[in-house]
Structures are given as structure tokens and as C-alpha cells.
């Protein structure tokens, strides 16, 4: 097998949705499998989870779990876990950021109320525990299926402090790169790692190497992070699946913004901050915020920090049998580099 080289795999966002087809239809009709008809909060819960968005997380598992036994088959139940996990994570976001949209659709508590969003995402918690019971039923220890449990518990407790720790950050006008890193691999990184390693357990792998998936996916979803942020201000709302300049609007720590804040003189970091705390934005206003942030080097400075955190990740792959499935994980980080540009 060839060897990565990064030329040659700088997909366009087509050629990654259909390396990763077979996986997301495995994805969906495993989600499809398991919706009751007989209970309608259940059959809402699922038909989220199914509503759309990349299955980045979920394919992880399954690729990396491929990538070692040749099959992705025994990944199943843990990476619908992990689907779980994510979307009842972006149902509890999208109401503290009180967003109207995700993936170009209305957002639950929009289309059902905040109650009813909230017991959504506990049924989608609560199933992921049944998805993990499934093991009974596959060649797995004990051991491993108590490190699948560990990792999916660590995961979201660390999923939840990153969203705490975002809180305190936004409150701060200090703020550092450093501060935001650990931020973006707690709310962002724990799940994609955790995923990634969850795929090597149930793959049989050794422990150094699931340390290693670890981090393979703990530092691509910090890059995730970092791209989505530099999206967030220069993206478009077709693009992002939500609306533009939502993390400004909500007040949400930004490593755009902390960068372009920690290098403004006291005028232009003046200008920015009563720019930032508009509550709405029109035209004037995006250009000379991203006036200001070209000036600054802001956007450089995160693109360069995401491509840091992503040949991290390309490297930990290296403990990965060569094959398709290890050339698709690099490709994913190749891919989210390409999509900000």
C-alpha cells in the first residue's frame, strides 16, 4: 500500500462523503433497526440521531475497528452508541445557544419545545447503555467490555466539562490559545477519541495501540474544533448547516477571537469588542470583523494550529495495519483541513 502523502489525498468534501458511504448506510440502518415504533419519545429520538450530518464519530469506530480485524462488524453497537452520545450532546447545545437550526433542519427544542428536547436527549443517554448490552451476544471479555464503558463514561464526562469550562472562558477577555486547546480536546476530543479507541478494543487490539487511537482521535477532533470555529466566522450558513457567527452572537469562546484579542492594540481590541457584542450583524459588520482578523493573522493562526493537531493524528494512525480502511482515516483529516479553504 502506498504511503500517505498529503497531496495526494486532499479530497473535496464529495470524495469523503462517498469514502465514508458504506459506513454512515451501515450507520443508519443499524439506527433504523432499532427504532420502536411503539414508543413515539423513542421513535423522535431516533429519527434525530437519523436526521443527518457527517457520522464522523460513529465511522471512526467502525474504520478503525476494519482497519485491524478486517471487519467493521463487531464496531456496530458501540459506534451507534457514540451517534447517540453526539446527537443527545448537540440536542443539549443547540438549547443553551438557543439555536434555531442544525444540519440545515429546524433543531428539536425549536420544532418541540425545550421540554420535550430535554427527554429526547435523556432517551437517547439512556439507549446507549442498551446498545452497549448488545455485547453480550459478541466474542467480547469482560475486560473489554468494561473498557468500552469506561471510555464512553469518560468521554461524556469530559464532553460536559469542556461545555463548562466554554462557559467560564467566554466570561474571560484574557483568555489563551493554551486555555482553548484543553477546551476543544475536552468538548470535542474526548467523544472523537474515546470513539476512535472504542473501535480498536472491540478490534482486538493491543493497548498501546488503543492509546494511540486514543489520541488519533482526540487530536483530530481538536482540528474538528479549530476548523469548525474558523467556519463559524467565515463560512457560510449553507456550509456550516447553522447560521453564521453564532459563537459572536452567543458569546462563545472562539480561537479566532482569543487569538485576534490577545494581539489587538487597545483601539483595534476597543473596536472589536463592541463590534462582537452587537446583537446582530449586518454586512458592514462581518467585513470589518474579518478586516480585522486578516490584519491580525487570526485565521492563519488557527488554520496552522488545526493542521498541527491533525498531523498528530495522522501519526498515531502509523500503529495501524497498512490497508483502505487506515488510508481513509488519514484521508478525514486531510478532508477537514481542505474544508476550510
Known sequence: MATFESEKYALNEGAMDQ????????????????????????????????????????????????????????????AVAYELAHTASLTQDDIIDNSATRHNQPTAHILHGVTTAILLSDMMIFEIFQRLSEYAEFDVTKEQLGTLVAYIAKAAKEAAEGEYLESELSKKLDSTVEDYVRLAGLKTGALFG???????????????????????????????????????????????????????????????????????????????LSTMRRSAYGLTDVAELLGIFDDLGSVKSAA???????????????????????????????????RRK
Open 19 to 78: 469514502a465514508l458511504a458504506p459506513y454512515v448506510r451501515a450507520i443508519g440502518d443499524e439506527l433504523r433497526r432499532h427504532r420502536d415504533p411503539n414508543s413515539k419519545i423513542m421513535s423522535l429520538a431516533y429519527d434525530f440521531v437519523d436526521s443527518g450530518g457527517k457520522r464522523l464519530r460513529p465511522s471512526i469506530t467502525l474504520l478503525v475497528c476494519e482497519a485491524l480485524k478486517g471487519s467493521y462488524r463487531d464496531a456496530l453497537p458501540v
Open 194 to 272: 474515546a470513539a476512535a479507541a472504542s473501535g480498536a478494543i472491540v478490534g482486538g487490539a493491543k493497548p498501546r495501540v488503543v492509546r494511540d487511537m486514543y489520541e488519533f482521535g482526540r487530536n483530530l477532533g481538536i482540528e474538528f474544533q479549530l476548523v469548525d470555529d474558523i467556519l463559524d466566522l467565515t463560512g457560510s450558513s449553507s456550509e456550516m448547516g447553522k447560521p453564521m457567527l453564532k459563537d459572536l452572537q452567543n458569546n462563545v469562546s472562539n480561537i479566532v477571537v482569543i487569538h485576534a484579542l490577545s494581539h489587538a492594540d487597545a483601539r483595534t481590541g476597543s473596536l472589536l
Open 304 to 338: 496552522d494550529l488545526s493542521k498541527k493537531h491533525a498531523a498528530i493524528a495522522r501519526a498515531r494512525l502509523k500503529s495501524l495495519p497498512r490497508g483502505e480502511a487506515r488510508e481513509t482515516l488519514e484521508r478525514i483529516t486531510e478532508w477537514l483541513e481542505a
